[in-house]
T-cell receptor, first 112, second 116 residues
Framework: AQSVSQHNHHVILSEAASLELGCNYSYGGTVNLFWYVQYPGQHLQLLLKYFSGDPLVKGIKGFEAEFIKSKFSFNLRKPSVQWSDTAEYFCAVKSSASKIIFGSGTRLSIRP | DAGVIQSPRHEVTEMGQEVTLRCKPISGHNSLFWYRQTMMRGLELLIYFNNNVPIDDSGMPEDRFSAKMPNASFSTLKIQPSEPRDSAVYFC??????????????FGPGTRLTVL
C-alpha cells in the first residue's frame, strides 16, 4: 500500500536559517506530489505540487521542493525562513484514483 | 469563487447527540473528501466521493459515522450518537479529477467539533 513518511515531527529554527523538511513515499508508479501548509488555526493550503517535467518545483512564499525519483523523495526547502513560516507542513502523494495520501505532518517553529 | 464552504464552523454538543456537518464543494469539482484532524492521529481521510458516489469509506471509524452526497454541490457527515472522542476538526476538501492540473485538493475552513 502506498504511504508517505515525514521523519521530522517538530523542527525548531531561528529566523533566516535554511529549511529542509523530508518526505519519502512508497509507490513504484507515476505519482503526483504535493506540499500543503496549515497555519495555526487555519485550513490546509497548497504550497506547491509536482505533476511532471522539471523535478525542481517552485511554490509560493519562496518554498521549493525537489522530486528525486530514485530516492522516492520530495523534500521541501526554503533558503531563509521567517517567523511567519511557523506552521504545520504536510507532504502528500496521489498515485491512483482520486485519493491523496497525506503524511503525518511536520510542525515548524521559528524563533524570532 | 467562494471556495469550499463548511458549516457550522464550531459545534459544541453533549455526548449522545446527533451531529451533522455540512460541506459545499467548489462548483465544478467532482470529487469530495472528508478528513478528521486530531493532535493524536493527525489528518485522517474518512471517506471520499467521486461524482456523488462513495468510493472509499474505509477510514470511517464506526457505524456511528455516515456520509452522504445527494448532489454535486452538497455533502453531509453525520455522527449519531456522538462521543467525546469524536472531538476534532473535520475538514471537507474538493478537487476536479481528470486532466492536467487535477487532483490538487482545496480545503474548507473546517468544523471544530467538541463533544462534552
Amino acid at each position: 500500500a502506498q504511504s508517505v513518511s515525514q521523519h521530522n515531527h517538530h523542527v525548531i529554527l531561528s529566523e533566516a536559517a535554511s529549511l529542509e523538511l523530508g518526505c519519502n513515499y512508497s509507490y513504484g508508479g507515476t505519482v503526483n506530489l504535493f506540499w500543503y501548509v496549515q497555519y495555526p488555526g487555519q485550513h490546509l493550503q497548497l504550497l506547491l505540487k509536482y505533476f511532471s517535467g522539471d523535478p525542481l518545483v517552485k511554490g509560493i512564499k519562496g518554498f521549493e521542493a525537489e522530486f528525486i525519483k530514485s530516492k522516492f523523495s520530495f523534500n521541501l526547502r526554503k533558503p531563509s525562513v521567517q517567523w511567519s513560516d511557523t506552521a504545520e507542513y504536510f507532504c502528500a502523494v496521489k498515485s491512483s484514483a482520486s485519493k491523496i495520501i497525506f503524511g503525518s505532518g511536520t510542525r515548524l517553529s521559528i524563533r524570532p | 469563487d467562494a471556495g469550499v464552504i463548511q458549516s457550522p464552523r464550531h459545534e459544541v454538543t453533549e455526548m449522545g447527540q446527533e451531529v451533522t456537518l455540512r460541506c459545499k464543494p467548489i462548483s465544478g469539482h467532482n470529487s469530495l473528501f472528508w478528513y478528521r484532524q486530531t493532535m493524536m492521529r493527525g489528518l485522517e481521510l474518512l471517506i471520499y466521493f467521486n461524482n456523488n458516489v462513495p468510493i472509499d469509506d474505509s477510514g470511517m471509524p464506526e457505524d456511528r459515522f455516515s456520509a452522504k452526497m445527494p448532489n454535486a454541490s452538497f455533502s453531509t457527515l453525520k455522527i449519531q450518537p456522538s462521543e467525546p472522542r469524536d472531538s476534532a476538526v473535520y475538514f471537507c476538501a474538493s478537487t476536479l479529477s481528470g486532466g492536467q492540473g487535477a487532483y490538487e485538493q482545496f480545503f474548507g475552513p473546517g468544523t471544530r467539533l467538541t463533544v462534552l
